[in-house]
């Protein structure tokens, strides 16, 4: 089984702090790594994508692999009250029955607080 | 550019009666996806499509069947709804192959009496 674990939260910083969203992984063959964000009533929306160890970075946000730990996280600097959303973490595969499957995490939620 | 298109967007049913949720993607993409998403549960994958002409369950397949109709379409059938499929269902699709990221439309809200 497959699993991806995220705090639920909520987690509650203010604006313009740096907020920290961490996930992770039980399956070592794990090959992409994804975080969503979600506003209420909304879909998830993709907002980063990482493969290898490391960081990756796009504007405000930072998405960090560590696959020895079996750990991603993201970053978000300076946090605004528009980044309050849940936000989702998903881990894919590359081998087998799996080929193309994203498994999701059951998501943290953010709030900034002006 | 649409993306990915459901319909509909809100639906409210009886118990028993049985309905098709649909799913179209503009994107070229191979692989499409439903799931469903509860309250503390995140997103659970009913069933998926690979490419034209498979389809496989997920974690979540009882109750419901699927139809790839063609590239673009992949539809959802409840053929006796019931209470418990009360939810928020998400189409998705994606590239062909692994790695890919998921790309999803805005949700069919299903409330079943």
């Known amino acids: 089984q497959k699993e991806v674990e995220q705090n639920s939260g909520p987690l509650s910083v203010p604006e313009g702090a740096i907020a920290s969203l961490n996930c992770t992984y039980s399956?070592?063959?794990?090959?992409?790594f994804f975080w969503y964000r979600q506003y209420s009533g909304k879909s998830p929306e993709l907002i980063m994508s990482?493969?290898?160890?490391g960081d990756q970075e796009d504007g405000r946000f930072t998405a960090q692999l560590n696959k020895a730990s079996q750990y991603v996280s993201l970053l978000i600097r300076d946090s605004q009250p528009s980044d309050s959303a849940t936000y989702l973490c998903?881990?894919?595969?590359?081998?087998?029955?799996?080929?193309?499957?994203?498994?999701f995490g059951r998501g943290t939620q953010l709030t900034v607080w002006p | 550019n649409a993306g990915v298109t459901q319909t509909p967007k809100f639906q409210v049913l009886k118990t028993g009666q049985s309905m098709t949720l649909q799913c179209a993607q503009d994107?070229?993409?191979?692989?499409m996806y439903w799931y469903r998403q509860d309250p503390g549960m995140g997103l659970r994958l009913i069933y998926y499509?690979?490419?034209?002409?498979?389809?496989d369950k997920g974690e979540v397949p009882n109750g419901y069947n699927v139809s790839r109709l063609n590239k673009r379409e992949f539809s959802l059938r409840l053929e006796s709804a019931a209470p418990s499929q009360t939810s928020v269902y998400f189409c998705?699709?994606?590239?062909?192959?692994?790695?890919?990221?998921?790309?999803f439309g805005d949700g069919t809200r299903l409330s079943i009496l």
């Open positions: 994107m070229n993409h191979n692989s």
């Open positions: 399956d070592r063959g794990s090959q992409s």
């Open positions: 499509s690979a490419s034209e002409g498979t389809t």
């Open positions: 998705a699709s994606s590239e062909a192959g692994p790695n890919q990221p998921q790309h």
């Open positions: 998903a881990v894919g595969f590359d081998r087998g029955s799996t080929l193309g499957r994203l498994y």
């Open positions: 990482i493969y290898s160890n």
